[in-house]
């Protein structure tokens, strides 16, 4: 099955810094790869999202890029704020079944 | 639109006893519901795909007797814990995908139910 690499695993940035967040997968077949953040407590929420047939995209301070060839995509946050702390997860979905692997999860913290 | 609901949002059991927990889509039908599970600090887990009028696809070492699920319509599936121990304590997520906001491929994620077994 899938295997959903995230590194790191905590991220400690200063406020207005950018943070990245790198992960690979395992599967060849997998063509959609959301991101999310979650919040102490709370649901997961989709912050941006990329197929393969896309090498980059961008919303507002977030960007995410995928390299297929080399199985691995990153989250780009710039100008990082106090309300980007969170926890940020990867996720791999493959074309049959749509289920979900997630990465194991980057701990963020933006320091004033 | 979108809108996917846990019940309850928090429940505590004794070791024992089962437990239901209710997912349901708001606004669409989901054709396919994903249950997770989260243990404190770590990544989600899928545990299972449910498709409705269908028996529910298991995930590698979930057993399928302990961790019922029942898809019986498009806007409910639930995930009974039977006889829960404490391990069985984690955070419950379940997802809904089959709306018609959004990309194909997007899962809306419920907000999650905290089981505590003592």
């Known amino acids: 099955g899938e295997n959903v690499e995230q590194h790191p695993s905590t991220l400690s940035v200063q406020e207005g810094d950018s943070a990245v967040i790198k992960c690979t997968y395992s599967?060849?077949?997998?063509?959609?790869f959301p991101w999310y953040k979650q919040e102490l407590g709370k649901r997961p929420q989709l912050i941006i999202d990329?197929?393969?047939?896309?090498g980059e995209k961008k919303d507002q301070r977030i960007a995410v890029t995928l390299n297929k060839t080399a199985k691995h995509f990153s989250l780009h946050i710039t100008e990082t704020q106090p309300e980007d702390s969170a926890v940020y997860f990867c996720?791999?979905?493959?074309?049959?079944?749509?289920?979900?692997?997630f990465g194991g999860g980057t701990r963020v913290l933006v320091k004033p | 639109g979108a809108v996917v609901s846990q019940h309850p949002s928090w429940v505590i059991c004794k070791s024992g006893t089962s437990v239901k927990i209710e997912c349901r889509s708001l606004?669409?039908?989901?054709?396919?519901m994903f249950w997770y599970r989260q243990f404190p600090k770590q990544s989600l887990m899928l545990m299972a795909t449910?498709?409705?009028?269908?028996?529910?696809?298991?995930e590698q070492g979930v057993e399928k007797d302990k961790f019922l699920i029942n898809h019986a319509s498009l806007t409910l599936s639930t995930l009974t814990v039977t006889s829960a121990h404490p391990e069985d304590s984690s955070f419950y997520i379940c997802?809904?995908?089959?709306?018609?906001?959004?990309?194909?491929?997007?899962?809306?994620f419920g907000p999650g139910t905290r089981l505590t077994v003592l």
């Open positions: 996720a791999a979905s493959q074309a049959a079944g749509n289920k979900l692997t």
């Open positions: 990329i197929r393969s047939n896309v």
């Open positions: 449910s498709n409705e009028g269908s028996k529910a696809t298991y």
């Open positions: 599967d060849s077949a997998s063509n959609y």
């Open positions: 997802s809904a995908r089959g709306g018609t906001s959004g990309s194909a491929n997007e899962q809306f």
């Open positions: 606004d669409f039908q989901a054709t396919t």
